[in-house]
């Protein structure tokens, strides 16, 4: 067992990492192994668990940490918990705990020559993963962290001395300077420092260090520097520069301990560096935050060796990025040249061939990061070969000839575990697997997110990983939760946002105010009111920083995303500007978008809310006219659906509701949609409900009754409707009166209750003649059409679809066009006119696939199979309504799944094959039984009767023709009288083979579902006015 004292307190058992428990064992184990070896007195162990404030029972306590400490170690060889009389001694094998390694190398160190006394000290100084005893808290963790701490840091400068004498001082200046960025009063690391600027001939820089470090100790601690940083300034004044040029330019920054994620890409640029021949070009581009710096410092690592003339790193980006001429002048100091001759010619193409020059027969690879454009890296390329060049970007660089292309996006979520276990330990990361991947999902499997969130954790080892995911659990902090020390996502986002034009970052701040998850260009020109040009470059723009990526592409509407963290950076910026109006005009312009297309669809319906609203923006709405609709309102809706969300939330009833309303006919209804419905107008009626706006209200119960309806849940459709029609009675809104009563209306003929449903139908029909409305009348009329189907008053029925069927027309209504003529074909099926009942139904069918309503083309075809069916040709239909089924149950509709089914019952019912004609109609019973279409499942009774009646069980066929009848006597309708003839004609000692003889002439066949099995067809809101 191996033991870790110089960062967190861990064991591993080969490489397996050892739960140790609570954070007193750690705690008791550190103590332990601290004094190597050697008895440890009860005394002094409690004093370092718990320092001056003991518990009541503190050897107790000590105890029972002793014991289960004792359970973790005794199968380890060489480990033993020993106790004697004043306390206990752990005795562990040499060399098994990291910080007796540590100070056995610096001892080895000390008398060693100059090649082996460096490779020690970088043994010894990689052995730490961080702060000794990390998260272990009290007064004599602090004070041994702090003591350990000077240890390291008086390692790491005799390292950089040594490192110096071996001619490696560009090397020592990179340590050096992470070092001092965290300690920067330390004098051996500022008198080392200067030593190896003056080394690299940078006297100037080591000058003004001293200046800088001696200013801050008299300031901060009120002495002067100690003779050790006196020596150092006094021999950088007499001793020339120990080389003009370094002899080998190691500047890279340390590679991370515990890099991890994109193998794949590591491998493929490593080996392009390594054999690529010329002078090799790779550029590596990913969003803020992806690791880009992290990823091309760990390759550079790697291939260290095939480049032994030089290791150079340069930023050229940030808040301020770099000059070409700059960024060559610091390159050609790294490279030996002095600061006169670097800063001496102001030429940028004289500094390029300056820069080429020193390169020249030389193996170097340089490494610029967060370059911004093209224009800053053309002048690094090399022109030799042998060196390389190695460019990280947010931006793609195309312009720039690479040898490879490396793109970094989010982690796996392997890699990102594995990540957070490298730093944070197996133990800890396996304790809660639920929560880790929580935590892992909540960075967004963003490489710095999740860095950021392990480096937390490492310095609180007191906290599970679920109690830092409750803390990002709130969007609103999560961003400030997700920084520690220097590393910080919101920064990596503001760079790349202060990067955009005014006019982007603005289109930012937008898109973070409605938070759509996904978007098109043309929701852009919707929002600004912009071109369809000018809305691409707007969204290339924020594209090419890495605050938006693209979704797909293939052929349609290019889509977009913003990463989550993204999202909330916006959302924070959004709230900056005057959010309800940023909201309203934002939502108002989506709304006026949504109205235009919508008029260009085959379904086009006057809405019962409707926002007054300027007209669209020339240019793009004209360009949308041409292109395919539908697909776009596929693309958009979630974009669409948050706006409703967004605008509710902050109680923009009009925008909200107005929104809400449109997509109905637009969008929803067209795909069955249920959840977006849902989740429009629940919000939207809410904030209307909230706001005392009454009519908002009535129109979203209205439209939440058209839902309810369309999804077969029907008692909670009348409710809403039912609420709606007083609401709009209050409200003194006669049409959105008249299309709540339609609705009840419709509603009541579902349920067979035609007495109640044909007043309201007539009365809405009265309203909306009045009002002149079409489409409303068109409705109505159809409605009533198929009420008085039902009733068996056929010619009266036809008279109201034909009546529906003009009005349609009138108004281009193809859709409404095709369902009136579908339902007169099957009143002529009905009364045995097949002929004419097939001519109409096949037209119906054809307007249908010509207009892309699959769904209802689903409809025609059952309609089409029926009359197959009654002309003797049950096996025709087999086929389409094999794909009608597929149709009904791709959209959600009980209902047509169960009217598809049944009829395909029937058709095998009629073909004698009885027993799948019984499976179906069994299962299209209970279809109808979940969404509570009593009349649809009678009928589906009897057709079921007839197949038990043919089966000879005599006894079944009269109790589900008895089930049946109750029903058609207790609604009225016609099967009542038809099953008693259809009973005293056949009885059920009829064989078969009679049965399916007269199978063509039976009632059932010819009215089972000839009325109702439309119903689908008039389920979308637009039939309900």
Known sequence: MRFRLLGPVEAAEEERVVVLGALKQRHLLASLLFDGGHPVTFETLIDRLWGDEPPADARGALYGYVARLRRVVKDSTGVTLVRWSGGYTLQVPEGSVDLFRFRQLL??????????????????????????????????????????????????????????ARGRHAEAVDRLAVALARDPLCEPLIAAMMRALHASGRTVEALDLFARSRNRIVDELGTEPGPLLREAHTSVLREPAEAARPARPFLLPPDLPDYTGFDDAVSAVVEALRTSSGSPVVVVSGQGGAGKTAFAVHVAHAVREQYPDGLLFLNVGGADPLEPAEALSRLLRMLGVTDADAQGNSDLREREARYRAELAGRRVLVVVDDAVGARQIHPFMPGDAGSALLVTSRNRLVTVAATRRVELSTMTAAEARALLTRVIGRERADADPQQTERLIALCARLPLAVRVAAARLAARPHWSVGQLADRLDDERRRLDELAVDDLEVRAGLAVGYRGLSPRAQLTFRALGCLDPPVLTAIT??????????????????ITDARLLDVVASDGGFTRYRMHDLVRLYAGELARADPVRETVTAAVAALLRLVEHLAQQLPVATPRLYHPVLPEPPAGWAAALDRADLRRWFDDEEPALIAAVERAASLDLVAAACGLADALVFASFAARNNFDGWERTHTAASAAARRSGDRLAEAAMECGIGQLRYAQDRFAESRSHFSRAAGLFEAAGHDRGQAVALNGLGTVGRELGE??????????????????????????????????????????VALDHLAAALARYRRIGHRRGELIAIRGMGLVHRARGELDKAEELCSAAHTIATGIGETHLAA????????????????????????????????????????????????????????????????????????????????????????????????????RLWSAAGDVFQALGVRENAELTEWRARFGCDCPASELRSTRSTLPPASAASSASDHRRAASSPNSLG
Not at 761 to 766: H, P, S
């Open 107 to 164: 001892d080895t160190a000390r008398s060693a020559g100059p090649e082996d006394r460096l490779a020690l000290l970088e043994e010894a100084l990689g052995l730490w993963r961080g702060d000794a005893l990390a998260g272990l808290p009290g007064e004599w963790a602090q004070r041994t962290r702090e003591s350990l701490d000077q240890h390291r840091l008086g390692a790491l400068a005799d390292w950089a001395l040594t490192a110096i």
């Open 524 to 541: 852009v020109a919707a929002l600004l009111g912009a071109g369809p040009d000018e809305a691409d470059d707007l969204v290339e723009e």
């Open 754 to 795: 035609h007495t109640i449903a044909l007043p309201q139908i007539n009365r809405a029909l009265e309203v909306l003649d009045r009002l002149g409305d079409d489409a409303g009348v068109a409705h109505a009329h159809y409605s009533l059409g198929f009420a008085h189907r039902e009733l068996g008053d056929d010619e």
């Open 859 to 958: 409809y025609t075809a059952q309609a089409l199979a029926k009359v197959w069916l009654r002309q003797g040709n049950p096996d025709r239909g087999l086929e389409p309504l094999r794909v009608a089924l597929a149709a009904t149950t791709g959209r959600r509709d009980g209902h047509g799944t169960a009217l598809v089914t049944r009829t395909l019952g029937e058709l095998h019912l009629a073909a004698g094959r009885l027993t799948e004609a019984g499976e179906l109609l069994e299962s299209a019973s209970a279809q109808w039984r979940d969404i509570g279409m009593d009349l649809s499942r009678a009928r589906t009774l009897r057709d079921l009767g007839a197949v038990r009646c043919a089966s000879g069980d005599h006894e079944a066929a009269h």
